[in-house]
């Protein structure tokens, strides 16, 4: 699989606190976005990150990107519960025409 | 305010039955892909249109079927439903070719086959 993860990961914490999740990718790529999906609702994109950029900032959101370890990270700030979410990761192939998504990490803000 | 719509939300089908998914975007999209979604597991890239031009991917090549009439509407059919159809499809657009841009979905049509 593009990604190195295998399993869903779940992550439960309190309003107000901050939060990492992590993703490896296994092959390369010239960008990196990530997606919120809410309950009931498609996937949204909240970040995209390109290949020349180390980092990329939204609003509470943080977007790290790692190519010499293929990794890239998101960070929220501050969550609320409406932060309760799966968020997924994804890539592009070479040929840009496709978008390749992570398992997700689903995390739960508890009010 | 979501601009990818998806008909049905649900929809129950028999074994060996077809099934037919309706999508639409009012963005003037180039591309509408189709991905399956099942509970635990990454969304997986079903197929996608380039304007006119279908792509399927190799190893669902033989399952999955479809149609873009006009730019706005794009179809996933099912010849014969098995069990292990179900799941949520969720489709999306991109102005040009998603690899590199922003993706919108829609709300997803879950099916469950019985």
Known sequence: SQWGEENLQALSIQEGEDVTMNCSYKTYTTVVQWYRQKSGKGPAQLILIRSNEREKRSGRLRATLDTSSQSSSLSITGTLATDTAVYFCATGNSAGNKLTFGIGTRVLVRP | ?114
């Open chain 2, 1 to 114: 305010d979501t601009t990818v719509k998806q008909n049905p939300r649900y929809k129950l089908a028999r074994v060996g039955k077809p099934v037919n998914l309706i999508c639409s975007q009012t963005m003037n999209h180039d591309t509408m892909y189709w991905y399956q979604k099942k509970p635990n597991q990454a969304p997986k890239l079903l197929l996608f249109y380039y304007d006119k031009i279908l792509n399927r991917e190799a190893d669902t090549f033989e399952k999955f079927q479809s149609s873009r009439p006009n730019n706005s509407f794009c179809s996933l059919y099912i010849g014969s439903a098995g069990l292990e159809y179900s799941a949520m499809y969720l489709c999306a657009s991109s102005r040009g070719l998603g690899g590199r841009g922003t993706l919108y979905f829609g709300a997803g049509t879950r099916l469950s086959v019985l």
